[in-house]
């Protein structure tokens, strides 16, 4: 089943999102297993969520393309939860 992740992206800014998403959108986009991203700014940082087919998809990207590319200071806390259904358009 598809699962949830959210993460809290405390000292974020939009400059630093801007440009880690520059980098991989594209490959997020074309990434196994992906369904969805957004994000949005809250106080102190950011915010995003994403929807994944499986964690193991999901970890995998983050390992290999998200935590090299996050500006010095900047650690996700990520939460990740097993969706009990999704509908999709």
Do not use: C
């Amino acid at each position: 089943m598809a699962i949830l992740i959210m993460a809290d992206v405390p000292n974020q800014t939009q400059e630093g999102y801007d440009g880690v998403l520059a980098m991989v959108e594209p490959l997020i986009k074309q990434a196994p297993g992906f369904i969805m991203h957004a994000a949005y700014p809250v106080e102190g940082g950011w915010k995003s969520i994403e929807v994944w087919e499986s964690k193991a998809a999901a970890t995998e990207f983050f390992a290999k393309y998200i935590a090299p590319n996050l500006p010095p200071g900047v650690k996700p806390k990520r939460t990740i939860q097993e969706l009990y259904s999704l509908v999709r358009n």
